[in-house]
Structures are given as structure tokens and as C-alpha cells.
């Protein structure tokens, strides 16, 4: 029987848990509320996002294959990723200031973009770096190089979609008016503490 060079349900266990960081899913779910996006249109970004997200990891993990550590430094793109989340945490923060109680289309349409942009955005830029090693551990297979990146693809894109849609519905289902009124600060502070733990903690 042949060996496996890496562990498989280890490899899935990794990939699943850097799912489960807030910062990977929570994002998703409060933009989509105060954006009044649709849970369809949510589950969209956050899938974009996810591939994106995967595609990166992968991307460096081929990287540092080829060309060595040297070529990017993990730390610092983890760093800026917590800074998009901070400043787009910061324009809703401003919104709510400058805007409270008044809905302009305009502005709203522009909010919505800036936070598409932000959010995939942030998650190019905090690949899964727990998972580059199996990547560079399997590198003289190319084949166990695509096996270990769909698993990495699947299992990102998947936990994203599990907990923004179910996280999403139950929202959904529950009536916040408190929410309602203050929800571009409640959103902004969210963003902004994820994006500080993130600086603070790291993923």
C-alpha cells in the first residue's frame, strides 16, 4: 500500500478550523445586514471571497515552492488584512456619524462597493499559512499538489457557506430594532475589534 506523504483528514482539519475564524465568516454576515443584501447576494461575496481566499493560499504555498520563503512575508499580508477591516469598519463608523437617520441611495450604493471591494480584499490577503507546508511537503507530486489545493478549495468555500447562510437565516428570523437603528455603528465596531485581534492575536 502506498504511503500518503501528508495526512488527509489533518489537512481538512486545518483548512476547516482557519474557516471557523471570525474574521473569515462574521464579516460577511453583519455587512450583508446593514448592506441589506439579500442572503443570496451574501453567500455570493463570501463565496467569491472563499475562492479567492483559497486560490491565494495556494498561490503562495507554489511560491515558496519554486522560489523560497523569501518571496512573501506572510506576517505583513496578515497585518494589512487586518487593516482593511479596520478602515472599512472606520467608513461605517463615519456613516453612521455623518448619516444617522437618513438613507441616501448614492451612498449606500458606494458603502456596498467599498465593502465588497474590502471584504474580499481582506481575504486575499490572510492566507492559510498553517496549510502552506502541506503544500511544500508534497511539492515533487503534482498531483498530491492538486489533491491537497481542492481539498483546501472545498473545505474554505464550504465552512464559509455553512456559517454565513446559516448565520445569515437566523438573523433573518429575529426581529433587532436596536439593531436596526444603530447599525452601521454596531457593524463598524464589529469590523474594527476583528481587525484588531487579528493585529493583536494573529490568525
Known sequence: ??????????????????????????????????????IGRT????????????????????????????????????????VVLICLGLIYLFSHVFHVGHRHSHDEAMTGKAATAALLFSLV?????????????????????ALIAG????????????LVGLTSLGIEKLQFRFFDRYEKLIVGFVLCVLGALVLVLGH
Open 1 to 38: 500500500m502506498e504511503r500518503f506523504p501528508v495526512s488527509l483528514p489533518l489537512i481538512f482539519t486545518v483548512a476547516l478550523l482557519h474557516t471557523l475564524i471570525p474574521s473569515h465568516w462574521l464579516c460577511f454576515v453583519v455587512v450583508g445586514r446593514v448592506q441589506r443584501w439579500s
Open 151 to 162: 481539498i483546501l478549495l472545498v473545505t474554505t468555500v464550504g465552512g464559509m457557506l455553512v
Open 125 to 145: 490577503l490572510s492566507p492559510c499559512s498553517a496549510a502552506i507546508p502541506f503544500l511544500v511537503a508534497v511539492s515533487g507530486s503534482v498531483a498530491w499538489v
Open 43 to 82: 453567500l455570493a461575496v463570501a463565496c467569491a471571497a472563499g475562492v479567492l481566499h483559497a486560490v491565494t493560499t495556494i498561490a503562495l504555498g507554489v511560491a515558496i515552492i519554486l522560489f523560497g520563503r523569501r518571496v512573501m512575508d506572510e506576517e505583513a499580508m496578515e497585518r494589512l488584512s487586518a
